[in-house]
């Protein structure tokens, strides 16, 4: 099996009846770039930055950042990498930030929240970012958005990190896209008014499941309330794509839920632009796709939990 699946290196995302996704790989670290060759992801969509936070014994710097972000950029060779900027918490203890000790840390101080409070290490890594993307395509994605006011406020920062560059002669890219994930109830509701803002979207199921259900993602006595496939969930992402198209940008998950293989095509139906999964799904995701013939099964597949 693991050979057919080799046989599909090199092959195109594409259903029976033309339809193209891109399948992209997660991932935490740089040295996980091999399984993302080896695989034949079209990208990555989803670099987890919070390694080089919680590896560290203090901030760590802008060149040891950039340098991360230049090894991962280089190594994909012009395949577009999506870097999520830090996303740690009460639950992911990082000392040296001193987050006070909270009773709900998934609902508390963390990701985006700490960024817009702690301006000098947001710039520091959307610096670090920014000179990275001189070597490669970079994308920059925010996690645990719920308003547009924070996204205005991201951007703002941001354009300030390129005058600053500028102004020091530094290079980088004019053409960093900037995206969002939505991973809270809310943002999916007001992705209409989210997606004029960003360049892409990618829907993090781990949370916006957590945060919809009311189920903590950590908590093993819940596994029977946790529905992956509950009609909430779905309809969501059908929500936020259709919004995404209709503001004409992508749109993507890049949440376990991206590698379901019972949901595949029900992605395809709804019209997701990519997939991202942990590098060993990669192919078996490609298979799965090219076997589908979308046009047969939309109608059915929608209708399953949209009525
Ligand atoms: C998610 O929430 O689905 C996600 C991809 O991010 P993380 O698992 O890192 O919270
Ligand atoms: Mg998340």
Same mark, same amino acid.
């Given at each position: 099996?693991?050979?057919?699946?080799?046989?599909?290196?090199?092959?195109?995302?594409?259903?029976?009846?033309?339809?193209?996704?891109?399948?992209?790989?997660?991932?935490?670290?740089?040295?996980?770039?091999?399984?993302?060759?080896?695989?034949?992801?079209?990208?990555?969509?989803?670099?987890?930055?919070?390694?080089?936070?919680?590896? *560290?014994?203090?901030?760590?710097? !802008?060149?040891?950042?950039? =340098? %991360?972000?230049?090894?991962?950029?280089?190594? &994909? #060779? $012009?395949?577009?990498?999506?870097?999520?900027?830090?996303?740690?918490?009460?639950?992911?203890?990082?000392?040296?930030?001193?987050?006070?000790?909270?009773?709900?840390?998934?609902?508390?101080?963390?990701?985006?929240?700490?960024?817009?409070?702690?301006?000098?290490?947001?710039?520091?890594?959307?610096?670090?970012?920014?000179?990275?993307?001189?070597?490669?395509?970079?994308?920059?994605?925010?996690?645990?958005?719920? *308003?547009?006011?924070?996204?205005? !406020?991201?951007?703002?920062? =941001? %354009?300030?990190?390129?005058?600053?560059?500028? &102004? #020091? $002669?530094?290079?980088?890219?004019?053409?960093?896209?900037?995206?969002?994930?939505?991973?809270?109830?809310?943002?999916?509701?007001?992705?209409?008014?989210?997606?004029?803002?960003?360049?892409?979207?990618?829907?993090?199921?781990?949370?916006?499941?957590?945060?919809?259900?009311?189920?903590?993602?950590?908590?093993?006595?819940?596994?029977?309330?946790?529905?992956?496939?509950?009609?909430?969930?779905?309809?969501?992402?059908?929500?936020?794509?259709?919004?995404?198209?209709?503001?004409?940008?992508?749109?993507?998950?890049?949440?376990?839920? &991206? #590698?379901?293989?019972?949901?595949?095509?029900?992605?395809?139906?709804?019209?997701?632009?990519?997939?991202?999964?942990?590098?060993?799904?990669?192919?078996?995701?490609?298979?799965?796709?090219?076997?589908?013939?979308?046009?047969?099964?939309?109608?059915?597949?929608?209708?399953?939990?949209?009525?």
């Amino acid at each position: 099996k693991r050979r057919l699946l080799q046989e599909l290196r090199g092959k195109e995302n594409v259903t029976v009846d033309g339809q193209k996704v891109l399948i992209y790989a997660n991932i935490g670290s740089p040295s996980d770039m091999g399984a993302v060759l080896a695989n034949d992801a079209g990208g990555i969509g989803l670099f987890r930055s919070e390694f080089l936070y919680l590896e *560290s014994s203090g901030y760590p710097s !802008e060149e040891e950042q950039f =340098a %991360a972000y230049r090894t991962v950029a280089e190594t &994909a #060779a $012009g395949k577009r990498v999506v870097i999520r900027t830090l996303d740690i918490g009460a639950d992911k203890q990082v000392d040296y930030f001193q987050l006070p000790k909270e009773d709900n840390p998934a609902m508390g101080y963390r990701a985006i929240r700490i960024c817009l409070t702690r301006e000098d290490v947001f710039k520091t890594q959307l610096r670090a970012l920014y000179r990275a993307s001189a070597f490669g395509n970079i994308a920059i994605m925010f996690p645990m958005i719920t *308003s547009v006011w924070e996204v205005r !406020e991201i951007k703002r920062i =941001a %354009a300030e990190v390129r005058e600053e560059l500028k &102004a #020091a $002669g530094i290079p980088y890219s004019e053409e960093v896209e900037l995206g969002i994930m939505i991973e809270t109830p809310a943002a999916a509701m007001i992705s209409d008014r989210l997606a004029p803002e960003v360049d892409f979207f990618s829907i993090g199921t781990n949370d916006l499941t957590q945060y919809t259900l009311a189920i903590d993602r950590q908590n093993q006595k819940l596994e029977r309330f946790y529905d992956a496939h509950h009609p909430a969930i779905l309809r969501f992402i059908k929500l936020v794509a259709d919004n995404a198209h209709k503001a004409g940008i992508w749109m993507g998950i890049c949440g376990e839920l &991206a #590698a379901d293989p019972e949901l595949t095509e029900t992605f395809l139906a709804i019209g997701v632009d990519e997939l991202s999964v942990s590098p060993p799904y990669v192919l078996e995701l490609r298979r799965r796709v090219r076997e589908t013939n979308v046009a047969e099964v939309r109608e059915k597949l929608l209708a399953a939990f949209m009525e």
